[in-house]
C-alpha cells in the first residue's frame, strides 16, 4: 500500500468532521456563555418597617471624679513626702524642693546688703561734711553734687539687692509643697529628681470615681442625661446614671459621662449596657444575612443584578433580625441561594415574600 493511498483513505475518514465543525459555529458547540455561569435562582423579600425599644452595649472605662495637678512654684531637688494612693487632707505637706545654690545666693544678698548699708552710712557721713565745708566756703557745689550721685548709687544698689533677697525668699517660701485638697495621691515625682519651677510634681484624684462610655455618634439622639444604666464588670454588676453627654471627641465616638455611687478602681474596664428610647428600623429574615470581610451584609436586587449592602444589626429576633441601616420598603433583599452571590452577579427572582 503506497503512502498516497493511505493519505486519501485517513482525508476521507476526518472529512465529515471538518464539514460538522464548518457548518456550527465552535464557540457555541464548546462553551457555555458566561451568562449562563452566572446565573443564581433566589427568592427575594421586602424588609418590615418598624420601631423597638433595644439594648446596645459600650465599652467604658473608669476614672476619677476629679483629678488636679500639683505644679512646683520652685526649682530644685524634689524630695516626696507622701507616697502614691495615699490619701492627704488639704494644706498637707507632700513635699519640699532644695536648691543649695540658691541658699549660697541668699547669703551673697543678705552679705552684700550689709555692706551696702555701711557704705551708706559712710556716704551720708561724708555728705554731711561736705555740706557744713560748703558753707564754709571749703568746697565748691560740684563736690556737693558729686557726693550726692554716689549716695544716690549707692542707695539704688541696695534697693536691687532687696528685691533679688526678695524674690529668692519667695521661691524658699515655695520650697514646700502642700496638698490644695483632700484626696488620693495618684503620682508623684521621684526623690531627688530635679524639677523646674511649674512644673508637674504630683496628681490628687478624688476618692469618688466617674464610668467614660464611648459610644456610636448614631445612638446619641435616643440617649438622655439623668438616664439609669447598668454596669457590668469582673468585680459584679452595678447601677449607673448617665450625667453628660460630651460635645466633643477626640475619635469617631462620642464620650458620655455616668456616675456611681461605688467606688471602683481607677483604670477598670466596664462594659455598659444602655436602653434605647423606641429606635426606628427594619425587620429582615435572619437567612438573608451573609458575612463578607467579617461583617453582616445583605444582597438588594435592582433589574436582576445582586448589590451587597453592609448593615449593622441592632437586635437578634431568632428568626428575624431588627437592623436601623437606610433601607426602603421598596428594597428586594435576596433570600434564598444569598450564599451564593456575589456583588454583581446576575439573578433570576423565583418568589417574591
Known amino acids: 500500500m503506497n503512502s498516497s493511498f493511505v493519505f486519501i483513505l485517513l482525508l476521507s475518514a476526518f472529512l465529515p468532521v471538518f464539514l460538522f465543525f464548518e457548518n456550527n459555529d465552535i464557540s457555541n458547540t464548546l462553551q457555555v456563555p458566561k451568562e449562563k455561569l452566572l446565573h443564581v435562582k433566589i427568592d427575594v423579600v421586602s ?28 526649682d530644685g531637688v524634689f524630695h516626696p513626702k507622701v507616697t502614691t494612693a495615699t490619701y492627704v487632707k488639704k494644706a498637707e505637706l507632700i513635699g519640699i524642693v532644695t536648691n543649695p545654690m540658691r541658699e549660697h545666693d541668699i547669703d551673697t544678698i543678705n552679705s552684700r546688703i550689709k555692706l551696702l548699708n555701711a557704705d551708706i552710712d559712710i556716704e551720708e557721713k561724708k555728705m554731711k561734711s561736705i ?49 490644695p485638697k483632700n484626696g488620693y495621691i495618684d503620682s508623684i515625682s521621684a526623690d ?34 439623668s438616664q439609669d444604666i447598668k454596669l457590668l464588670t ?23 459621662i455616668a456616675k456611681i455611687k461605688e467606688s471602683l478602681p481607677i483604670g477598670l474596664s466596664v462594659e455598659a449596657k444602655i436602653e434605647m428610647s423606641r429606635l426606628n428600623g ?16 445583605v444582597y438588594i436586587v435592582k433589574e436582576s443584578i445582586a448589590h451587597i449592602r453592609f ?4 437586635k437578634d429576633m431568632i428568626d428575624r433580625v431588627f ?15 444569598s450564599y451564593m452571590l456575589h456583588d454583581g452577579m446576575r439573578v433570576e427572582i423565583l418568589d417574591e415574600k
Not at 418597617?49 to 520652685?74: D, F, M, P, Y
Not at 458575612?291 to 451584609?297: D, G, L, T, V, Y
Request: hydrophobic residues 35%; glycine residues 4%.
Open 47 to 74: 424588609p418590615k418597617r418598624t420601631n423597638k425599644r433595644i439594648t446596645i452595649e459600650a465599652r467604658g472605662i473608669v476614672e476619677a471624679q476629679e483629678s488636679i495637678s500639683v505644679n512646683s512654684l520652685s
Open 131 to 179: 555740706e557744713e565745708m560748703l558753707r564754709l566756703g571749703m568746697l565748691s557745689k560740684n563736690d556737693l553734687l558729686s557726693q550726692e550721685s554716689s549716695l544716690k548709687s549707692k542707695k539704688l544698689l541696695l534697693v536691687e539687692a532687696k528685691h533679688r533677697l526678695q524674690r529668692f525668699k519667695l521661691f524658699k517660701n515655695s520650697e514646700k509643697i502642700h496638698a
Open 192 to 225: 531627688g529628681e530635679y524639677i523646674q519651677y511649674g512644673s508637674n510634681v504630683a496628681t490628687i484624684t478624688s476618692g469618688k470615681t466617674v464610668v467614660r462610655i464611648f459610644l456610636d455618634p448614631k445612638y446619641v439622639n435616643n440617649i438622655r442625661a
Open 234 to 256: 469582673p468585680q459584679g454588676s452595678f447601677n449607673a446614671k448617665l450625667s453628660s453627654i460630651l460635645p466633643k471627641s477626640s475619635s469617631n465616638l462620642v464620650e458620655i
Open 282 to 297: 427594619w425587620v429582615i429574615p435572619k437567612d438573608s444575612i451573609v458575612i463578607k470581610q467579617n461583617r453582616a451584609a
Open 311 to 314: 448593615i449593622s444589626i441592632q
Open 323 to 337: 437592623i436601623n441601616d437606610d433601607l426602603n420598603k421598596e428594597d428586594k433583599i435576596a433570600f434564598k441561594n
